[in-house]
């Protein structure tokens, strides 16, 4: 019992003693220990891109951070640095990247189906929704495609690595929760889409959907996040702002998207004020001359943030600072050990489907299962399935899976009901209203059932049901029916050389028809037509007493094949590309009301042949300058109906059935049954979309040129030529253009202005 006693006791005493001493001797390397530095990168739009001037400070005085957070476009440089990025290659991506374009989801016009370049975007309002009930606006102006996916290549060399803490500086990034109006701190997943989660500014990006959260730019809550850096381990906090300046002065919000941004991120620049307090050292360029959109002076706001970091008081801290850190040991960088090359799939999972299958993505898509994919691979399927505008939405991230990866898509599909709506003005058209509706998935899953109206003076409206087919849908088969109104005043020069109005002519005419054709590539495809037309045609004004009937009807019906290729890379101001139709109509049983053997009426033949063949080529000579050249050539080897013939005139954007453009004459001043034009042009791309372009074009007419207009009657021969000087601004909510035309025979001037987009 004795010897039990001793022993506890001596053990006690024993423990007492190494116990303080092991304490000690923890606490002393403790003391010792190097600080952590953690990089705090606040939200600012174009304003963040100062972040990288400041990292080119960093790495020249040799402080390298241990921890990064960001926010918005700070979470952008922050997340790029934080997986290997240096300084001098952040420079140059912000320089290389055009910004602007990828804040918007616009495809190349050349990328886009022929088979829906025709009501590719010109439509100022949008609605969308899958029932009637809930059709709405969007929850964004942007969806973010390009970005995200400009996010996901710049990510690449994360791939695979799930947690933000195994970068080689780990990361954080916030978000805000609109619903319950909390943060949301990424630590793992995806980066591209963190950041892309992080930038969403509220009205002008998409909200990000995660699990029942709702994210938007984190910036409206805390544009600052220094509490999330300390929490990660940061002993001395590093702090760029270049959000909302303190001491705002009215003068500072002079335009609509600074107000816009001041009120969206007001309760997160208050908070990133609070957290200004936890910063020691800070770094806040003056960025009044600067906005959230100004991408353009990207060069500027680096340099501004470069040199806010070399002032003399942050610098000094930067060189305390890293005259404290050599103070200890050298600690071993953490580097990524990865590949910009080639990655090995085993499997594509795609999430979010509904109608579109998943045969149909593979296909778009290009890719394959059990391949090998690279950083480029995966842009040009993103864009292929993009620019088929059955999705809102695509994104891509990889999963590891043993020594390869399974490639995970996340797709949103387009809502079944598409809504839109704008307006459009010309000085020969007038005034329209352009309403359009469309039902996808009506009867199939790949069908479109689609309805555009023309609410103008002269009326238009189409109605089209589309049914697409094989692996790639490029088999279509349509169903349609067309109607346009147009009305125009006719002359007569009398021997003596006296012109009177003998009136107008009002002809409504419809058309009822169906296709089947083959997309052989994206810009081009091959359709075989057949069509019932009607032309109702009303004589008014005096000219029903001339021929002494009020309304002629003119019937036909007719077989057409055509082969169409379209690779201009804009809709509207193309710089480079060509268009090339060619088609064959065979008239079948024409009949008309009434005949003359004079005048306008004459006997129509039994049957018709029309070949038409158009080419116009935008030759790229420099970056903004290209060239024009232009051929058509159409031919009826019969009488057609009067309401049939060609129709030349005008230089405008909107055209009809046809129709087509002429320098030195107003629309519709001259008919015809045969003509050969050519044209030379060209066109210059100036700053902020502005463009200047010059034509010369000139009419030979193989039969007989009928005309209708006072002006088109002075003309001199068979011959028409004249030139046409534009100056037009590609808006946001359409094209402005402004044209002065003149013809060489009657040396008049004519003037042509129009706004919005046309039918």
């Given at each position: 019992?004795?010897?039990?006693?001793?022993?506890?006791?001596?053990?006690?005493?024993?423990?007492?003693?190494?116990?303080?001493?092991?304490?000690?001797?923890?606490?002393?390397?403790?003391e010792?220990?190097?600080p952590?530095?953690?990089l705090?990168?606040?939200?600012?739009g174009?304003?963040?891109l100062?972040?990288?001037?400041?990292?080119?400070?960093?790495?020249?005085?040799g402080?390298?951070?241990d921890?990064?957070?960001?926010?918005?476009?700070?979470?952008?440089?922050?997340?790029?640095?934080?997986?290997?990025?240096?300084?001098h290659?952040?420079?140059?991506?912000?320089?290389?990247?055009?910004w602007?374009?990828?804040?918007?989801?616009?495809?190349?016009?050349?990328k886009?189906g022929?088979?829906?370049?025709?009501?590719?975007?010109?439509?100022?309002?949008?609605?969308?929704?899958?029932?009637?009930?809930?059709?709405?606006?969007?929850?964004?102006?942007?969806?973010?495609?390009?970005?995200?996916?400009?996010l996901?290549?710049?990510?690449?060399r994360?791939?695979?690595v799930e947690s933000f803490?195994?970068?080689?500086?780990?990361f954080?990034?916030l978000?805000?929760?609109?619903i319950s109006?909390?943060?949301?701190?990424?630590?793992?997943?995806?980066?591209?889409?963190?950041?892309?989660?992080?930038?969403?500014?509220?009205?002008?990006?998409?909200?990000?959907?995660?699990?029942?959260l709702?994210?938007?730019?984190?910036?409206?809550?805390?544009?600052?996040?220094?509490?999330?850096?300390?929490?990660?381990?940061?002993?001395i906090?590093?702090?760029?702002?270049?959000?909302?300046q303190?001491?705002?002065?009215?003068?500072?919000?002079?335009?609509?998207?600074?107000?816009?941004?001041?009120?969206?991120?007001?309760f997160?620049?208050?908070?990133?004020?609070?957290?200004?307090?936890?910063?020691?050292i800070?770094?806040?360029?003056?960025?009044?001359d600067?906005?959230?959109?100004?991408?353009?002076?990207?060069?500027?706001?680096?340099?501004?943030?470069?040199?806010?970091?070399?002032?003399?008081?942050?610098?000094n801290?930067?060189?305390?600072?890293?005259?404290?850190?050599?103070?200890?040991?050298?600690?071993?960088?953490?580097?990524f050990?990865?590949?910009?090359?080639?990655?090995?799939?085993?499997?594509?999972q795609?999430?979010?489907?509904?109608?579109?299958?998943?045969?149909f993505?593979?296909?778009?898509?290009?890719?394959k299962?059990?391949?090998?994919?690279?950083?480029?691979?995966?842009?040009?399927?993103?864009?292929?399935?993009?620019?088929?505008?059955v999705?809102?939405?695509?994104?891509y991230?990889?999963?590891k899976?043993?020594?390869a990866?399974?490639?995970?898509?996340?797709?949103?599909?387009k809502?079944?009901?598409?809504?839109?709506?704008?307006?459009y003005?010309?000085?020969?058209f007038?005034?329209?209203?352009?309403?359009?509706?469309?039902?996808?998935?009506?009867?199939?899953?790949?069908?479109k059932?689609?309805?555009?109206?023309?609410?103008?003076?002269?009326?238009?409206?189409k109605?089209?049901?589309?049914?697409?087919?094989?692996?790639?849908?490029?088999?279509?088969?349509?169903?349609?029916?067309n109607?346009?109104?147009?009305?125009?005043?006719?002359?007569?020069?009398?021997?003596?050389?006296?012109?009177?109005?003998?009136?107008?002519f009002?002809?409504?005419?419809?058309q009822?028809?169906?296709?089947?054709?083959?997309?052989?590539?994206?810009?081009?495809?091959?359709?075989?037509?057949?069509?019932?037309?009607?032309?109702?045609?009303?004589?008014?004004?005096?000219?029903?007493d001339?021929?002494?009937?009020?309304?002629?009807?003119?019937t036909?019906?007719?077989?057409?094949a055509?082969?169409?290729?379209?690779?201009?890379?804009?809709?509207i101001?193309?710089?480079?590309?060509?268009?090339?139709?060619?088609?064959y109509?065979?008239?079948?049983?024409p009949?008309?009301?009434?005949?003359?053997e004079d005048?306008?009426f004459?006997?129509i033949?039994?049957?018709?042949?029309?070949?038409?063949?158009?080419?116009?080529?935008?030759?790229?000579?420099?970056q903004?300058?290209?060239?024009?050249?232009?051929?058509?050539?159409?031919?009826?080897n019969?009488?057609?109906?009067?309401?049939?013939?060609?129709?030349?005139?005008?230089?405008?954007?909107?055209?009809?059935?046809?129709?087509?453009?002429?320098?030195?004459i107003?629309?519709?001043?001259?008919?015809?049954?045969?003509?050969?034009?050519?044209?030379?042009?060209?066109q210059?791309?100036?700053?902020?979309?502005?463009y200047?372009?010059g034509?010369?074009?000139?009419?030979?007419?193989?039969?007989?040129?009928?005309?209708?207009?006072?002006?088109?009657?002075?003309?001199?021969?068979?011959?028409?030529?004249?030139?046409?000087?534009?100056?037009?601004?590609?808006s946001?909510?359409?094209?402005?253009?402004?044209?002065?035309?003149?013809?060489?025979?009657?040396h008049?001037?004519y003037?042509?202005?129009?706004?919005g987009?046309?039918?």
């Amino acid at each position: 019992m004795y010897y039990r006693i001793q022993f506890f006791l001596s053990t006690f005493i024993l423990i007492s003693l190494i116990i303080p001493s092991a304490s000690a001797q923890q606490q002393e390397p403790q003391e010792k220990q190097r600080p952590k530095i953690g990089l705090v990168l606040s939200g600012g739009g174009a304003k963040g891109l100062a972040h990288v001037g400041v990292l080119k400070v960093l790495e020249e005085i040799g402080i390298r951070p241990d921890y990064i957070t960001g926010v918005s476009m700070g979470s952008i440089v922050g997340g790029l640095y934080s997986i290997g990025y240096n300084a001098h290659q952040l420079d140059s991506l912000a320089l290389a990247t055009d910004w602007i374009a990828a804040f918007t989801d616009e495809v190349s016009f050349d990328k886009v189906g022929i088979n829906i370049k025709e009501d590719y975007r010109k439509y100022q309002l949008n609605f969308s929704g899958n029932s009637i009930q809930s059709v709405k606006l969007p929850l964004g102006l942007v969806r973010g495609q390009l970005i995200s996916e400009s996010l996901s290549g710049m990510c690449w060399r994360a791939n695979g690595v799930e947690s933000f803490d195994h970068f080689p500086i780990p990361f954080r990034c916030l978000a805000a929760d609109i619903i319950s109006g909390k943060t949301y701190t990424f630590s793992s997943g995806s980066l591209a889409q963190a950041m892309r989660a992080s930038m969403a500014i509220p009205t002008a990006f998409t909200p990000i959907v995660k699990d029942s959260l709702l994210l938007v730019d984190g910036g409206i809550i805390n544009n600052f996040p220094v509490l999330e850096c300390i929490d990660m381990g940061a002993d001395i906090v590093i702090g760029v702002y270049v959000g909302s300046q303190e001491n705002l002065k009215a003068k500072d919000l002079n335009s609509m998207m600074k107000i816009l941004m001041h009120s969206a991120t007001l309760f997160g620049s208050k908070n990133a004020a609070e957290s200004m307090e936890s910063v020691d050292i800070k770094i806040v360029p003056n960025m009044s001359d600067y906005g959230v959109e100004s991408f353009g002076k990207a060069k500027e706001i680096i340099d501004l943030g470069e040199s806010m970091a070399r002032s003399e008081l942050v610098y000094n801290q930067l060189l305390d600072l890293k005259e404290k850190l050599d103070s200890f040991p050298s600690i071993e960088k953490k580097e990524f050990i990865f590949s910009e090359q080639k990655i090995l799939i085993n499997k594509i999972q795609i999430k979010g489907l509904k109608y579109a299958g998943k045969e149909f993505v593979i296909a778009m898509s290009g890719l394959k299962e059990n391949s090998t994919v690279t950083r480029a691979d995966l842009s040009l399927a993103m864009k292929s399935l993009y620019s088929t505008l059955v999705f809102e939405k695509i994104e891509y991230y990889f999963v590891k899976e043993g020594d390869a990866f399974n490639l995970i898509l996340e797709v949103i599909e387009k809502d079944r009901i598409l809504a839109n709506a704008s307006v459009y003005y010309d000085n020969f058209f007038d005034a329209g209203l352009l309403l359009n509706a469309s039902y996808k998935h009506l009867g199939a899953k790949t069908s479109k059932l689609d309805l555009s109206i023309n609410v103008s003076k002269y009326p238009q409206a189409k109605l089209a049901y589309h049914l697409f087919g094989g692996e790639n849908k490029r088999l279509f088969f349509t169903l349609s029916a067309n109607m346009h109104s147009i009305v125009i005043p006719n002359f007569y020069e009398f021997p003596s050389s006296v012109v009177v109005n003998l009136g107008q002519f009002k002809n409504n005419q419809l058309q009822f028809g169906t296709s089947v054709g083959i997309s052989i590539t994206q810009n081009s495809k091959i359709e075989l037509k057949g069509t019932y037309l009607a032309n109702f045609f009303y004589l008014q004004n005096g000219l029903e007493d001339l021929y002494g009937v009020e309304r002629v009807i003119a019937t036909n019906f007719s077989l057409e094949a055509a082969y169409h290729v379209n690779t201009f890379d804009h809709p509207i101001f193309p710089t480079k590309g060509i268009r090339f139709d060619i088609e064959y109509r065979k008239i079948i049983n024409p009949q008309s009301s009434f005949t003359t053997e004079d005048g306008m009426f004459k006997p129509i033949s039994n049957e018709n042949q029309i070949v038409v063949i158009d080419f116009k080529h935008y030759i790229r000579l420099i970056q903004n300058l290209s060239l024009i050249p232009e051929f058509t050539l159409a031919y009826m080897n019969a009488i057609p109906f009067y309401g049939d013939k060609f129709f030349l005139g005008g230089s405008g954007f909107n055209s009809r059935q046809n129709t087509f453009n002429q320098a030195g004459i107003q629309p519709y001043q001259i008919a015809t049954d045969n003509f050969l034009k050519l044209g030379l042009g060209f066109q210059l791309k100036m700053i902020k979309n502005w463009y200047i372009s010059g034509f010369w074009e000139s009419a030979f007419f193989i039969n007989h040129a009928e005309t209708y207009s006072e002006e088109s009657l002075r003309l001199n021969g068979e011959t028409i030529s004249g030139w046409v000087g534009s100056v037009a601004y590609n808006s946001v909510i359409g094209p402005v253009k402004f044209a002065v035309s003149q013809n060489t025979d009657n040396h008049k001037y004519y003037y042509y202005f129009s706004f919005g987009f046309p039918f």
